[in-house]
């Protein structure tokens, strides 16, 4: 049973123009959510985070959507750089437990 | 700051055979996860526990697999015996106390574990 989705495996993007990463949920329950970035033979990074009270978190680059009532979720990375190109994983949390991550989205941005 | 250790960073073994691996959270940081990532996968939650005790163990295979915190800080995951389908890589991660509404995670570089 997948609570959390990435339906694009993969997203190609140029260097300097706006990468945006999906995820969906199906768990209305889930009240935080959070963005992690991956390179290989690493653990996944912390990016950036959003609450259920908010619809909108914002850090540099990143900035994370939140639409409750599509239990949709989104990651913009703008601009995009080439250092960005990781696999991004989404996850969803109810109060700090049972969390559930999305199967990633491959990013590579094209210099 | 130290980030948070994993031992071994690879293991290859048979089925049927037992293993273990050893975290070092982030000193202070209260929480600790285990997940398992199977090749094109998300990371999958094992179990998570805060100080010593289980908060979440739903979905830990409790026939093969345990854990453990000893004294709220190191923890090991063993799996015995091993399966064919337990080969993934291993994570750990901890965080603070999730009651300060903050529960970013901040992963070790797993285990991988090769079971042939």
């Known amino acids: 049973d997948q609570q959390v989705k990435q339906n694009s495996p993969s997203l190609s993007v140029q260097e300097g123009r706006i990468s945006i990463l999906n995820c969906d949920y199906t768990?209305?329950?889930?009240?935080?959510f959070l963005w992690y970035k991956k390179y290989p033979a690493e653990g996944p990074t912390f990016l950036i985070s959003?609450?259920?009270?908010?619809d909108k978190n914002e850090d540099g680059r990143f900035t994370v959507f939140l639409n409750k009532s599509a239990k949709h979720l989104s990651l913009h990375i703008v601009p995009s750089q080439p250092g960005d190109s990781a696999v991004y994983f989404c996850?969803?949390?109810?109060?700090?437990?049972?969390?559930?991550f999305g199967t990633g989205t491959s990013l590579t941005v094209i210099p | 700051e130290a980030g948070v250790a994993q031992s071994p960073r690879y293991k290859i073994i048979e089925k049927r055979q037992s293993v273990a691996f050893w975290c070092n959270p982030i000193?202070?940081?209260?929480?600790l996860y285990w997940y398992q990532q199977i090749l094109g996968q998300g990371p999958k939650l094992l179990i998570q526990?805060?100080?010593?005790?289980?908060?979440?163990d739903s979905q830990l295979p409790k026939d093969r697999f345990s854990a453990e915190r000893l004294k709220g800080v190191d923890s090991t995951l063993k799996i015995q015996p091993a399966k064919l389908e337990d080969s993934a890589v291993y994570l750990c991660?901890?965080?603070?106390?999730?009651?300060?509404?903050?529960?970013?995670?901040?992963f070790g570089p797993g285990t991988r574990l090769t079971v042939t």
């Open positions: 526990f805060q100080n010593n005790g289980v908060v979440d």
């Open positions: 991660a901890s965080s603070l106390l999730g009651g300060t509404g903050k529960y970013e995670q901040y």
């Open positions: 000193s202070g940081h209260a929480t």
């Open positions: 768990n209305s329950m889930f009240d935080y």
């Open positions: 996850a969803a949390s109810r109060t700090g437990n049972q969390f559930y």
């Open positions: 959003i609450s259920s009270i908010k």
